[in-house]
């Protein structure tokens, strides 16, 4: 799961980069004023920090031997929680950006109810998404223990 989750995060990134991209060279490199724009251009800026955060904690995971004994909390922990917000944050954007372009779509060529089409598709996967959180959250709760300071040091002198 965790290589599946890189390979389609690293998808994602790939494709909004170059989604841009193309929008940017079809306008003529230039930044439209349009809110639906600027949406665009705050998502894209934002998907690069959820990109390069996940990089990060995954490098971090393979590769970080962790902090000191004395430390609080390591760092992995600080830059796994930054990716997790920005890429929660990334979906609510990103499906209001994508509602937003579809209601836009829909009412220039006529079909103006149509555009809650583009409204109801995010409401549902953003619903999707939150009862998926609600019950994995509520499994990992039952079923896992958060080992933390000395516990963590236990279990890693023992394993190592």
Wanted: glycine share 10%; aromatic share 14%.
């Amino acid at each position: 799961m965790f290589h599946t989750h890189n390979l389609l995060g690293l998808f994602v990134l790939v494709v909004t980069v170059w989604s841009s991209l193309d929008m940017y060279a079809y306008h003529d490199w230039t930044q439209n004023t349009n809110a639906h724009s600027v949406l665009g251009l705050m998502l894209l800026m934002l998907s690069l920090f959820a990109g390069l955060s996940g990089i990060a904690t995954s490098s971090m995971m393979q590769f970080y031997n962790g902090d000191k004994p004395w430390a609080s909390r390591d760092k992995v922990y600080n830059v796994a929680k930054a990716h997790r917000y920005s890429s929660y944050l990334v979906l609510v954007v990103g499906n209001g950006v994508t509602s937003g372009g579809i209601a836009t779509y829909f009412s220039k060529i006529g079909y103006g109810i149509w555009g809650t089409f583009g409204v109801c598709t995010s409401v549902f996967f953003l619903a999707t998404i939150a009862i998926h959180e609600l019950c994995l959250r509520r499994y990992n709760r039952r079923e896992f223990k958060l080992l933390e300071g000395d516990q963590l040091w236990a279990v890693q002198e023992r394993i190592g």
